[in-house]
């Protein structure tokens, strides 16, 4: 009866009603897609800008209009008690028993239940569309660079969501409210080009890359084999073959690269907030004692001034750091381009050699195309078009006899050339060569694990994290012609 009671005094006035019906069916909404995604094993980030942005705003609406509805009801009711009057009546009198009422009441009914119907569908559609891949990485070009670089990772079929979002409380309403204020930025047009790297607020691995990867698994020793080719007339295919020492769990003992992945070698480090830059590193073990290094090396000036750092007021820091982050190491921290995978010049030319896809023996193809490669362009337009133009250029002055029998395969190549640049460099966004650095080795002798594991890093006691090679691998072939590679088994001087 209360609850009836109540309902009739929100309604009384039209006002009312219509606010009662808005707030009504938003906190209907609310509740159901807050349930429905607590329990979904299916996560929709994007859904919170839905349920906690857009709902609640017409919640709010139609808490306004009951307001001014009741309030309305009580001045008029005490100006009527003041003159004596009768109230007019709010409402229509609905006579059921007139034809034309009930017919309109019914098709009203009718349509009211068909808007429903949509409402929900074209609400669910949304929210599907909202987390897809397609919306994370296409329709939203600022992401053009992570969704192109992700395409060709093995994690290409992993959606953006399961690393970037996962599941659980906290996280959740952090991601509401992040994604929240990434599409502010994007209305205001105030997005940081590049996107800025490391992702502060990344989830810890063991919600994201663990649900899929069993971290102590032994994988033991896992041979790498690097192809690359050299800038000669003939494009020499060579070789460095590694024997990395993965290693990983066996009998409650972690060896190799992968101790650092057992819990019981906790490593902390302190950096500046580029994580490239490492000051301190801290061993936790078990019993809670430490070992703490520190890097006698002056401090670097930042590696990558353009990818700043976000700062609790939304702008980004791009001078010199402050060296005072700390940072407990877990997969990310080596594996940090598992999946943006931004080739260099060298790599994307020695592997569309690799593949056949330019052609080995067009002289100095390798050296023609990094030239090409690492020029400044203004625009893609620019780029696709100067780097075509100037590959047929080459070969038109240097071999122009090649030039009229293969005419076509050059163009070929230089187009190829021109899709290498697109998929790794974007202007719009500020992506160039080695703008976002790869952790998992360390590639010119410096970064990557180097980052710790370097001569500077000591401790008190002068003693330095280790820099044995053979810790990590062992060198098998170190760009050695790839004709010259063979197994033990077949080269005779081994085999007595
Ligand atoms: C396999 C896990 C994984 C998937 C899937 C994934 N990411 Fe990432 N993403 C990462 C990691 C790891 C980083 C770098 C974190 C760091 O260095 O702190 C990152 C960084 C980013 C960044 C910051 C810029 C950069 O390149 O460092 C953006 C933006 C981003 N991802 C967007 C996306 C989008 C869009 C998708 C889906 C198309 C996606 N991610 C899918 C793991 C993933
Ligand atoms: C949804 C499941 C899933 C998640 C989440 C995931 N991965 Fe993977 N990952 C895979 C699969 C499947 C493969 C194997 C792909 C293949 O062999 O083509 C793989 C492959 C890998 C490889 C080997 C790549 C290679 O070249 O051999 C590494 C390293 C890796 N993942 C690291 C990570 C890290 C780090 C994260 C977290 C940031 C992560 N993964 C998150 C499913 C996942
Ligand atoms: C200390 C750095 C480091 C950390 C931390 C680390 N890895 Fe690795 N991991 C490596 C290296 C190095 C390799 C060798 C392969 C390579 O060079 O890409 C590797 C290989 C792998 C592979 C491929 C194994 C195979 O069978 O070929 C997977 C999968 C992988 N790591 C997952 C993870 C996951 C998941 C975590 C976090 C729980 C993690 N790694 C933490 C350095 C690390
Ligand atoms: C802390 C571990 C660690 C140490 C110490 C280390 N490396 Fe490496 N090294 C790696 C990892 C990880 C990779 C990347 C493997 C891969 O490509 O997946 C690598 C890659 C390489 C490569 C291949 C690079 C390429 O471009 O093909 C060479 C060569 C190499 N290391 C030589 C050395 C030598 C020589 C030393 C000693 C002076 C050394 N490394 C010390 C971890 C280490
Ligand atoms: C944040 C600092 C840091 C980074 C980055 C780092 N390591 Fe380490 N690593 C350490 C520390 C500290 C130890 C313990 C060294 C000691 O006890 O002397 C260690 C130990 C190791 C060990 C020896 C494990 C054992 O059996 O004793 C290997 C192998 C190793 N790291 C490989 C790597 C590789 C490969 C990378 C890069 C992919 C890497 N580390 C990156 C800090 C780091």
């Known amino acids: ?8 005094t929100l309604t009384r006035s039209p006002i009312g009603l219509i606010g009662t019906i808005i707030a009504g069916t938003s906190g209907f909404l609310i509740v159901t897609l807050t349930l429905w995604e ?21 919640f709010t609406v139609g808490l306004v209009l009951i307001f001014l509805g009741i309030r309305r009801q009580r001045r008029k009711r005490a100006r009527l008690a003041e003159t004596g009057e009768v109230a007019a009546a709010e409402y229509p009198v609905v006579d059921l028993n007139d034809d034309r009422t009930r017919a309109w009441l019914v098709s009203a009914g009718a349509v009211g239940v068909m808007a429903a119907i949509v409402i929900v569908m074209g609400t669910a559609k949304g929210v599907e569309y909202v987390d897809s891949n397609a919306f994370c990485g296409e329709t939203c070009h ?21 690393c970037h979002v996962g599941s659980g409380a906290r996280f959740f309403l952090k991601a509401k409210v992040s994604g929240v204020r990434q599409v502010y930025r994007l209305w205001t047009n105030s997005y940081d080009r590049p996107i800025p790297t490391p992702v502060q607020d990344l989830r810890p691995a063991n919600a994201t890359c663990e649900h899929c990867h069993w971290p102590t698994k032994f994988v033991g020793d896992r041979t790498q084999v690097n192809d690359k080719f050299r800038s000669d007339s003939a494009n020499t295919h060579l070789q460095t073959i590694l024997l990395v020492h993965v290693g990983g769990e066996t009998l409650g003992e972690s060896a ?19 994580r490239e830059d490492i000051r301190e590193v801290v061993l936790t073990r078990p019993d809670g004692t430490e070992k703490r290094w520190f890097n006698s090396a002056e401090p670097n000036p930042r590696w990558n ?18 060296s005072d982050m700390w940072r407990t190491m877990d997969c990310v921290d080596c594996h940090n381009r598992p999946t943006h995978i931004y080739w260099s010049p060298e790599e994307a030319v020695d592997n569309a050699l690799l593949r056949g ?24 337009d620019e780029a696709v078009a100067a780097i075509a133009d100037g590959l047929t250029a080459f070969y038109r002055d240097s071999y122009p006899e090649l030039m009229e029998t293969r005419g076509t395969e050059v163009e070929a190549a230089g187009e190829l050339i021109g899709l290498l640049w697109e998929t790794n460099v974007f202007p719009d966004m500020n992506v160039t060569w ?22 500077n890093m000591k401790t008190e006691d002068g003693e330095a994290v280790s820099t044995d090679c053979g810790n990590c691998h062992q060198v098998l072939a170190m760009d050695r012609p790839a004709d010259q590679i063979r197994l033990i088994a077949e080269d005779p001087s081994e085999t007595d």
């Open 305 to 322: 001034a353009n990818v700043g750092f976000e700062e609790e007021d939304g702008e980004h820091d791009r001078g010199p750091a402050p």
């Open 357 to 380: 896809a330019l052609p080995l023996d067009l002289p100095f193809v390798r050296r023609e195309s990094l030239k090409l490669l690492k020029t400044d362009y203004e625009s893609r």
């Open 256 to 274: 190799g690269i992968h101790w650092h992945v057992d819990p019981a070698n906790q490593v902390s480090y302190r950096s500046d907030p580029s």
């Open 1 to 8: 009866m209360r609850f009836r009671n109540f309902l009739v």
């Open 142 to 162: 600022v992401m053009e660079p992570e969704f192109t670089a992700y395409q060709r990772s093995p994690h290409a079929r992993v959606h953006c969501v399961e």
């Open 434 to 455: 080695g703008t976002y650095p790869e952790h998992i080795g360390h590639p010119g002798f410096k970064g990557g694990c180097l980052r710790c594991h370097t001569s």
């Open 38 to 58: 607590s329990i979904g094993t299916e996560q929709h980030p994007y859904l919170g800008i839905i349920t906690y942005m857009v709902l609640p705003l017409f």
